[in-house]
């Protein structure tokens, strides 16, 4: 069962590719606190492409780093200063922050999380 942030979350991101120009995209995201940070991070790159057109799922195969920018949208609300602060300490912020919101998947660069992550978009473009 999903236990969500109760403020939303805007994550921007920059996407690098292999074989394409780099391209730039925005959602608007619940944080469920529960889910671990391979997830996460797959669901915000699955929410910026439309895994129903094939070429939406090559580019996202295609991707070698995506750089991520997260802030508080002030939706419902603004957070107060100690909400902000109890955001920024949740596991996957503080994996987040670690990594300073980059994640890298050139085979030679990836760790375990990242790995996990392009196996999710891999099965991804394999489902459709």
């Not at 492409?49 to 997260?70: A, H, Q």
Request: glycine letters at 2%; a negative charge; aromatic letters at 12%.
């Amino acid at each position: 069962m999903a236990i969500c942030w109760r403020n939303y979350i805007r994550a921007e991101a920059i996407f690098t590719y292999a074989h394409h120009e780099q391209q730039m995209g925005h959602r608007d995201f619940k944080l469920d606190i529960t889910e671990s940070e391979d997830k996460v991070i797959y669901g915000l790159i699955k929410s910026m492409f439309d895994t129903e057109n094939e070429y939406e799922r090559e580019m996202m195969s295609d991707i070698v780093k995506v750089s991520f920018c997260l802030s508080n949208t002030e939706l419902p609300t603004k957070m107060k200063k100690k909400e902000e602060e109890q955001v920024w300490n949740l596991p996957f912020m503080k994996a987040f922050l670690a990594r300073n919101g980059k994640y890298y998947f050139d085979e030679e660069q990836r760790d375990e999380v990242e790995s996990s992550i392009k196996e999710l978009i891999d099965c991804c473009e394999e489902e459709a």
